[in-house]
Structures are given as structure tokens and as C-alpha cells.
């Protein structure tokens, strides 16, 4: 049960779909013989029994961080599948497990802000943008972006973090253009918006609606809506002083 929550646990903070999480925990249940388990899994919580044996046992570990790390949901798979296969011991599972939930393999800081920058110009042109405006789009991304995980390290609560994020994006877009550097404000706001935008988030919760997980479904319906809201109040705010 230990090895199977830990697999969720970390599955489930890095951004893995609900029903992902629950089909990789009763799949190591039933590789290490306990075929009878059940599952409810939403995106602040786990719940897990197992009926052996022994009198069945049920556990809860509650989710208190959520993030994007895909790496981390394809080695939890990648560990889940040797476990299946036979090829790792109870002992030798729950050790990489722990390895894993303790590994930091996100993107050190300054190239997540760099890859925000150049997503931000991609996007502009994408948009329909012009050349003129790469730039302007550039610098006021990857800004705004350092702004959202500098100010996430102080405020906990994601809401403001992407709030002044935006906020910061709208100010250097209207900078930018009332100094003549750059053209069309729209575009370049809009290019810049799209690193803050929860295209994972969106994705999880259409899937896991689709897949019959109705609560997991909608929370994360819910939160991506409250993220956008965020986003677009921060912009509304800059533009309502124009």
C-alpha cells in the first residue's frame, strides 16, 4: 500500500491525469499479489484499500502542492512497468520511488524564464503578430513569466502569483507600444499571456470528464477558470487606466 500511494502521490503532484493515477496504483497492487483494491483519487487527495487476506486496510494521503513535471509522471510508469514485469523487488520499488519523489528534475530557473521568452515571440507570431513586435513580445514574456515564479516562492497561493504576472505583462506591453517599440498591443499581449495559460490543466480535466471521473473533472475545470481570471484581471486592471 505504501509503494502504491507514493507511485499516486507523486504522480498526482507532478500533473498526471486522475484515471492515470489510479490504473498505475491497482496495477502494482495486483503485480505484488493483491488483486482486490479500489481507488478514488481527486486532485487534493487519495484514497486506497486493499482487501487481502488480512482485513482490508484503507489509507488516505492528501495532496497539498500540484505542478507540471511530466518527467516525473514517465519514470513513475517506467518504474510501474518493471514492477509488472517482475523485474524489481517490493523493497527495491519503494526505494526508487522515494529517490524519485525527493529528485528535482525541473528546469533550473533562468532557462524556464528564457523558454517563456522565446514561446512568448513564438506565439505572438502565431497570433498572426508582426516581425516588429518579436521582441517587445519576447522581453515582456519571459518577464512577466520570471515575475509569476518569483513571486510564487513568497505567495503560496496561485491565484495572485498569476495576477501580478499579468499585470506586469499588461504594463510592459502598453510601455512598449506608447514608446513606439512596439506596434499592435493586442498581439503582444497575447503572446506573452500564453506561458501562464493551464493548457495541462484544461487537457486533464476534458479527459478525466471523458474517463468518468465527474470530481477530478470539474476541480480542475474550476481551477483552470480561476487561473484564467486571474490572468485576464490582471490585463483589465493595465488597460482600464488607458
Known amino acids: 500500500m505504501e509503494v502504491c500511494l507514493l507511485a499516486g502521490k507523486i504522480m498526482l503532484q507532478s500533473g498526471g491525469e486522475t484515471y492515470r493515477v489510479e490504473d498505475t496504483m491497482m496495477r502494482i497492487a495486483a503485480a505484488f499479489g493483491i488483486k482486490n483494491t479500489h481507488s478514488y483519487v481527486t486532485p487534493t487527495g487519495i484514497f486506497f484499500s486493499a482487501e487481502g487476506e488480512e482485513p482490508s486496510k484503507t489509507k488516505l494521503i492528501r495532496i497539498m502542492t500540484r505542478s507540471t513535471d511530466l518527467k516525473k509522471v514517465a519514470l513513475v510508469n517506467s518504474i510501474s512497468r518493471k514492477i509488472t514485469s517482475g523485474d524489481v523487488s517490493l523493497k527495491e520499488a519503494y526505494s526508487l520511488l522515494k529517490e524519485l519523489e525527493e529528485l528535482n528534475v525541473t528546469f533550473p530557473f533562468m532557462v524556464q524564464v528564457a523558454a517563456a521568452s522565446i514561446a512568448s ?57 506608447s514608446t513606439g517599440i512596439g506596434q499592435q498591443l493586442d498581439k503582444i499581449i497575447i503572446g506573452s499571456v ?21 470530481v477530478s473533472g470539474l476541480s480542475k475545470g474550476a481551477e483552470a477558470l480561476l487561473t484564467a481570471f486571474a490572468i485576464g484581471s490582471g490585463i483589465a486592471v493595465v488597460l482600464s487606466f488607458l
Open 121 to 177: 515571440g513564438c506565439f505572438m507570431l502565431m497570433f498572426m503578430g508582426e516581425w516588429i513586435d518579436f521582441i517587445p513580445s519576447m522581453i515582456t514574456g519571459g518577464l512577466g513569466y520570471f515575475g509569476f515564479l518569483y513571486f510564487h516562492r513568497f505567495i503560496p497561493i496561485k491565484f495572485f502569483s498569476e495576477f501580478l504576472a499579468s499585470f506586469i505583462i499588461g504594463l510592459l506591453s502598453v510601455i512598449f507600444v
Open 194 to 214: 500564453m506561458t501562464l495559460v493551464p493548457g495541462l490543466l484544461l487537457t486533464n480535466a476534458v479527459r478525466d470528464l471523458m474517463a468518468g471521473h465527474l
